[in-house]
């Protein structure tokens, strides 16, 4: 029996640094990003976390963005 939505949802998990430094300069060649799930009832805000980005050749936050 399905309920109305799922628990387990697919999140894009993207660069904070990245981002930031897209929209001033375009020092970098893209955009980091990772895709994952998250559980909706044990984490309903937005998810950080701290992930390789292969653009700037460190550990970053990654924060949740919309599809």
Known sequence: M??????????????????????????SPGISRYITQKNRHNTPSRLELRKFCRYCHRHTIHGEIKK
């Open 2 to 27: 399905a309920k109305g939505k799922d628990v387990r949802v697919i999140i894009i998990l993207e660069c904070t640094c990245c981002c930031a430094r897209n929209g001033v300069n375009k020092e």
